[in-house]
């Protein structure tokens, strides 16, 4: 069975500076990979997302995810963080582009002023 | 990008009634839609896949006379959470497929927070 595991619950980071948040998944073949981000009382955002292709995959807001197959790894990051980033940000796991999604248990990320 | 919009965004009801949560597709057909469980600080679980025409697939666990889903269109899928209780108190989101060039995509409606009293 598909799972997906985001090791860091929470994580704190500087206004400014850089961001990987950690994403592996566990799945037999090459799967599709997807970045949420939710505020508080929110709906979910889609970031980015990875089909197939180009293993570094460019999102909006300043965002990138690598595909590394070897490593079962889908990390999101940015190189410099603002206050606005602040959101918990789910990694996503499906079989296809049209089933259904299954959720890492999230990351809530702050930022320190 | 498609909107997918959920309606109401917030409700409280009491315990023993019913509430009807709707998930519409506005600007595209949606053949699959997907409803998803949130409780306080915790990741999206999901319930329950629905096709248009057909009866809803359930996830282990989920209860299929507690959860009723409807997908009656293309562009409408309901959830209607009965004889509700405070545990069924969570946040539900749908997320509808929608299909893009070579790729379909999922997109998500904006939440119904449902607080049981």
């Known amino acids: 069975a598909q799972s997906v595991t985001q090791p860091d619950i929470h994580i704190t980071v500087s206004e400014g500076a850089s961001l990987e948040l950690r994403c592996n998944y566990s799945?037999?073949?090459?799967?599709?990979l997807f970045w949420y981000v939710q505020s508080p009382g929110q709906g979910l955002q889609l970031l980015l997302k990875?089909?197939?292709?180009?293993?570094l995959v460019q999102g909006i807001k300043g965002f990138e995810a690598e595909f590394k197959r070897s490593q079962s790894s889908f990390n999101l990051r940015k190189p410099s963080v603002h206050w606005s980033d602040a959101a918990e940000y789910f990694c996503?796991?499906?079989?296809?582009?049209?089933?259904?999604?299954?959720f890492g248990s999230g990351t809530r990320l702050s930022i320190r002023p | 990008g498609a909107v997918v919009s959920q309606h109401p965004s917030r409700v409280i009801c009491k315990s023993g009634t019913s509430v009807k949560i709707e998930c519409r597709s506005l600007?595209?057909?949606?053949?699959?839609m997907f409803w998803y469980r949130q409780f306080p600080k915790q990741s999206l679980m999901l319930m329950a896949t629905?096709?248009?025409?057909?009866?809803?697939?359930?996830e282990q666990g989920v209860e299929k006379d507690k959860f009723l889903i409807n997908h009656a269109s293309l562009t409408l899928s309901t959830l209607t959470v009965t004889s509700a209780h405070p545990e069924d108190s969570s946040f539900y989101i749908c997320?509808?497929?929608?299909?893009?060039?070579?790729?379909?995509?999922?997109?998500f409606g904006q939440g119904t927070r449902l607080t049981v009293v």
């Open positions: 799945y037999g073949a090459t799967p599709y």
């Open positions: 990875y089909f197939s292709g180009d293993t």
């Open positions: 996503a796991v499906s079989y296809s582009s049209a089933s259904k999604i299954i």
């Open positions: 997320s509808a497929s929608f299909q893009r060039l070579m790729n379909t995509e999922a997109f």
């Open positions: 629905s096709n248009e025409g057909s009866k809803a697939t359930y």
């Open positions: 600007d595209f057909q949606a053949t699959t």
